[in-house]
């Protein structure tokens, strides 16, 4: 994320290496996974693990839980929406959208939504069910032609830690923002005292679905050195499922929780390790 190629060797979770930034503490995999086995997390099942065989690195059922997925998301927007200097029907793209439950949220908040997902199935549900024709298969590499070339608002919600390349990506976005308008994201903290106290037993290390922790000094100094101005940052809490929570603490009864429905019920936590940022262009 910042630059450096100066790295240290720290442990192995989950069959990947990882490795910590010399020079910003970012932590990321030493050896990122082949595009195949990308494509291979984020087929169509990506949303609905309980369809297969047990296996938390997918979602267990996203649409199953969407009134808690949605209340988390609530929450960020409420709070962002109170520093947004904007005018009623700016437009607001978000990137790695799935279902487009933010989007929905933001729609009811007066903004214009618009999306971009990787995987099929969280776009076709937000244009079938929530009616939002403008939240597409794709990335920002190339986006859908009839989309705006700039946006007021681009968020990036539990999503960078995903991406193979944050910083290009990062680096795009910042062009797709409009003048005077801003970026979200909500990333990890890999210096905070709970990554530090659970080292590769954190759960933010999570392998392939997470392959970089990016570094929250790292993120300013690129958001700073391209003119983009500090606005506010906060850590709140989220509710997480059942089965996520037992794989962490008590993995023998995941499975059958996995399968049961018991699979939607969701627990608030909150362990102080997710920031949610905001940047204003200038
Ligand atoms: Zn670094």
Redesign the pocket.
């Known amino acids: 994320?910042?630059g450096?190629t100066h790295s240290t060797r720290l442990w192995m979770a989950k069959g990947y290496e990882w490795s910590r930034?010399n020079?910003?503490h970012?932590l990321q995999v030493t050896h990122l996974p082949t595009p195949e086995t990308l494509d291979d997390l984020y087929n169509k099942n990506y949303y609905e693990g309980y369809k297969e065989d047990y296996d938390m690195s997918r979602y267990v059922d996203y649409i199953g839980q969407r009134s808690f997925i949605q209340s988390n998301l609530k929450r960020r927007v409420t709070w962002a929406r109170k520093h947004l200097a904007l005018a009623a029907g700016a437009t607001w793209l978000d990137v790695g959208c799935a279902a487009g439950f933010l989007l929905d949220v933001v729609r009811e908040q007066g903004f214009s939504p618009y999306g971009l997902d990787y995987s099929d199935f969280g776009p076709a549900y937000a244009q079938n069910e929530l009616h939002m024709p403008n939240v597409r298969q794709g990335t920002i590499d190339s986006p859908p032609a009839d989309f705006p070339n700039a946006f007021d608002v681009v968020s990036y919600i539990d999503v960078l830690e995903h991406i193979p390349c944050p910083r290009d990506i990062l680096q795009k976005s910042i062009d797709l923002v409009a003048p005077g308008g801003y970026l979200i994201g909500e990333t990890f903290d890999p210096n905070c005292w709970f990554a530090q106290k659970m080292g590769a037993a954190w759960h933010a290390i999570d392998p392939p679905n997470h392959l970089n922790i990016l570094?929250l000094n790292?993120i300013d100094d690129l958001m700073t050195s391209r003119g983009l101005t500090h606005v506010a940052s906060a850590s709140f809490p989220r509710t997480i499922s059942l089965p996520s929570i037992a794989t962490k603490l008590y993995q023998p009864i995941a499975p059958s929780l996995y399968r049961s429905p018991l699979r939607n019920v969701g627990i608030p936590l909150w362990f102080n390790d997710v920031v949610i940022w905001l940047y204003r262009k200038s």
Do not use: E, P
Request: charged fraction near 0%; include cysteine; hydrophobic fraction near 35%.
């Open positions: 994320m910042c450096s930034c020079v910003c970012g570094s790292a």
